[in-house]
């Protein structure tokens, strides 16, 4: 038989409000329905009603198993690349070579992250992001330019792929992983186009007027709202990259030591990522290259030395030990640019730091590539004079942020509870 809709509810209820009969002595109770599970059994609202809400979790896991699927599919492409420079012989030398600098960069920006406090879902994030994404993009931009500048410059073109396209190509490529952080990815945006009439598509609004609020940017555009229109910056509001609140002595926002060392630790991860699947090509193919050289000089009748292996060492000593932070230095700049920009309350220094520190990062990798061509002793004074007082300044800066966060938290910890 059929009921009508929300009948149990309405039977429920009224039995619930219905008064229990006493119990008497010698007698037990007859136990009823249970009307705490009543809800459990009602209908969902059809659609005349609204609807229960998307879980926020499926929104996320969609999104992480898509990231996930995506650098899956970059690693096992980055890998069959590798292998086809390098053979499997060399491939798999390259990857334990390669391994031997990677811990002592990774507990490097460990110790860096205890003050940014990143998590370790983005840290995973942008090393899966340098080693199997950035360098797909990289190998593949870098044939294509360097095969089309040697085509028609000769050999000024490969100078100027190695120079400059090769630093552009790379900087852009790691730190696409730093914007992709910002995207609203699983977040809902919020549009006003139902009280404008306007397409939720816009992207522009208008500027507070010098006698309207501050917040005012944020409803729709009045006829005598003043002030030329500018992007809304639709980024999703990271923990690690706020700036200080504003105060009354301090009316501006200001970045703080966490978001600053924040932007480095994304960029240096990331950075050594890359670095760690180019050390891999590299040596790989170094020592390719020496195998066959000792095959074609000595044959297979005498047992290999390391004499024998001359490139693979120099190599090596070249990228794991004398530059394992090169990458990351280089990255680096562009993470903090970006964090400069996300916290400063300066106008021109917020549109001019991350722009700068992305040119930064490109001109001091183009002059790294450009010292291997100037010999060994212009090599070593390049790595003297710039390499050594850029990463002594990163590591001030992180002895700084590391300070600093540790003198805020003390004195946090003495304020009284109401202070606090």
Same mark, same amino acid.
């Given at each position: 038989?059929?009921?009508?809709?929300?009948?149990?509810?309405?039977?429920?209820?009224?039995?619930?409000?219905?008064?229990?009969?006493?119990?008497?002595?010698?007698?037990?109770?007859?136990?009823?329905?249970?009307?705490?599970?009543?809800?459990?059994?009602?209908?969902?609202?059809?659609?005349?009603?609204?609807?229960?809400?998307?879980?926020?979790?499926?929104?996320?896991?969609?999104?992480?198993?898509?990231?996930?699927?995506?650098?899956?599919?970059?690693?096992?492409?980055?890998?069959?690349?590798?292998?086809?420079?390098?053979?499997?012989?060399?491939?798999?030398?390259?990857?334990?070579?390669?391994?031997?600098?990677?811990?002592?960069?990774?507990?490097?920006?460990?110790?860096?992250?205890?003050?940014?406090?990143?998590?370790?879902?983005?840290?995973?994030?942008?090393?899966?992001?340098?080693?199997?994404?950035?360098?797909?993009?990289?190998?593949?931009?870098?044939?294509?330019?360097?095969?089309?500048?040697?085509?028609?410059?000769?050999?000024?073109?490969?100078?100027?792929?190695?120079?400059?396209?090769?630093?552009?190509?790379?900087?852009?490529?790691?730190?696409?992983?730093?914007?992709?952080?910002?995207?609203?990815?699983?977040?809902?945006?919020?549009?006003?186009?139902?009280?404008? @009439? $306007? =397409?939720? &598509?816009?992207?522009?609004? /208008?500027?507070?007027?010098? #006698?309207?609020? !501050? %917040?005012?940017?944020?409803?729709?555009?009045?006829?005598?709202?003043?002030?030329?229109?500018?992007?809304?910056?639709?980024?999703?509001?990271?923990?690690?990259?706020?700036?200080?609140?504003?105060?009354? @002595? $301090? =009316?501006? &926002?200001?970045?703080?030591? /966490?978001?600053?060392?924040? #932007?480095?630790? !994304? %960029?240096?991860?990331?950075?050594?990522?890359?670095?760690?699947?180019?050390?891999?090509?590299?040596?790989?193919?170094?020592?390719?290259?020496?195998?066959?050289?000792?095959?074609?000089?000595?044959?297979?009748?005498?047992?290999?030395?390391?004499?024998?292996?001359?490139?693979?060492?120099?190599?090596?000593? !070249?990228?794991?030990?004398?530059?394992?932070?090169?990458?990351?230095?280089?990255?680096?700049?562009?993470?903090?640019?970006?964090?400069?920009?996300?916290?400063?309350?300066?106008?021109?220094?917020?549109?001019?730091?991350?722009?700068?520190?992305?040119?930064?990062?490109?001109?001091?990798?183009?002059?790294?590539?450009?010292?291997?061509?100037?010999?060994?002793?212009?090599?070593?004074?390049?790595?003297?004079?710039?390499?050594?007082?850029?990463?002594?300044?990163?590591?001030?800066?992180?002895?700084?942020?590391?300070?600093?966060?540790?003198?805020?938290?003390?004195?946090?910890?003495?304020?009284?509870?109401?202070?606090?």
């Amino acid at each position: 038989m059929s009921s009508p809709s929300g009948g149990y509810r309405a039977t429920a209820r009224a039995v619930g409000d219905r008064e229990m009969p006493t119990r008497t002595a010698g007698t037990r109770a007859i136990p009823g329905p249970r009307t705490r599970r009543g809800h459990r059994l009602t209908p969902w609202p059809t659609a005349a009603g609204p609807g229960p809400r998307p879980a926020r979790s499926v929104v996320l896991s969609s999104v992480t198993a898509t990231a996930v699927l995506a650098l899956a599919g970059c690693g096992v492409l980055i890998l069959q690349l590798v292998r086809r420079q390098t053979g499997t012989t060399g491939l798999l030398v390259g990857l334990g070579l390669a391994l031997v600098p990677l811990p002592f960069v990774l507990g490097g920006l460990a110790w860096l992250n205890q003050t940014a406090r990143v998590p370790l879902r983005h840290i995973v994030f942008c090393l899966g992001w340098g080693a199997f994404a950035a360098t797909t993009v990289a190998i593949l931009a870098n044939g294509w330019t360097s095969t089309y500048l040697t085509a028609h410059q000769g050999s000024l073109g490969e100078v100027l792929g190695a120079d400059l396209v090769t630093p552009v190509i790379e900087e852009s490529a790691k730190g696409a992983a730093l914007l992709l952080l910002l995207l609203p990815l699983g977040t809902r945006i919020r549009c006003h186009g139902h009280r404008t @009439d $306007r =397409p939720c &598509a816009s992207v522009l609004r /208008r500027l507070p007027g010098p #006698g309207l609020p !501050l %917040g005012h940017g944020r409803g729709p555009a009045l006829p005598h709202a003043r002030g030329r229109p500018r992007p809304r910056p639709y980024l999703r509001p990271l923990p690690y990259l706020r700036p200080y609140p504003p105060t009354p @002595d $301090r =009316p501006r &926002a200001r970045a703080r030591p /966490r978001t600053l060392a924040a #932007g480095v630790v !994304l %960029g240096g991860i990331t950075a050594c990522g890359f670095a760690f699947t180019e050390n891999a090509l590299y040596l790989g193919r170094a020592f390719t290259d020496d195998q066959q050289q000792r095959l074609d000089s000595i044959g297979l009748g005498e047992s290999p030395s390391l004499r024998d292996f001359d490139s693979t060492v120099q190599t090596f000593v !070249l990228r794991g030990l004398l530059s394992p932070f090169a990458h990351p230095l280089f990255t680096a700049l562009t993470g903090l640019g970006l964090a400069i920009t996300l916290t400063t309350g300066r106008r021109r220094l917020a549109r001019i730091a991350a722009p700068a520190g992305l040119l930064l990062s490109m001109v001091l990798h183009g002059t790294w590539n450009a010292a291997a061509d100037l010999g060994t002793h212009g090599f070593l004074l390049v790595y003297a004079v710039l390499m050594v007082p850029c990463f002594a300044a990163l590591v001030c800066f992180a002895a700084w942020a590391r300070s600093r966060t540790a003198r805020h938290a003390a004195r946090r910890a003495r304020a009284p509870a109401a202070v606090r």
